[in-house]
């Protein structure tokens, strides 16, 4: 398997699989994806526009309203928890 990554397209990360590795991944990619899975949805706890402007699921799924995602990033020493 090769993935190449716009940031670094001369620099392809590649990576090697058997047959027999086949259960194990699925357990890997079934526990990374558990959240998504079990439909968990929990937003950031320091909305930005640097990490949310992009995000699909803003418009339809995110508690945080737009004044929070399209801020500016906020101070790395101050932290705000939401509901």
């Known amino acids: 398997m090769?993935?190449?990554y716009l940031e670094r397209p001369?620099?392809?990360a590649s990576a090697s699989f058997r047959a027999?590795?086949?259960v194990r991944l699925e357990a890997e990619l079934l526990e990374?994806?558990?959240g998504v899975?079990?439909?968990r949805f929990v937003p950031t706890a320091q909305p930005h526009r640097g990490l949310c402007a992009d995000?699909?699921?803003r418009p339809a799924l995110c508690s945080w309203t737009e004044e929070h995602t399209l801020a500016e990033p906020p101070d790395r020493h101050s932290v705000r928890s939401h509901t």
């Open 2 to 4: 090769v993935h190449c």
């Open 20 to 22: 027999d590795d086949a």
């Open 55 to 57: 995000c699909p699921g």
């Open 10 to 12: 001369g620099e392809p």
């Open 32 to 34: 990374l994806a558990r």
């Open 37 to 39: 899975v079990e439909g």
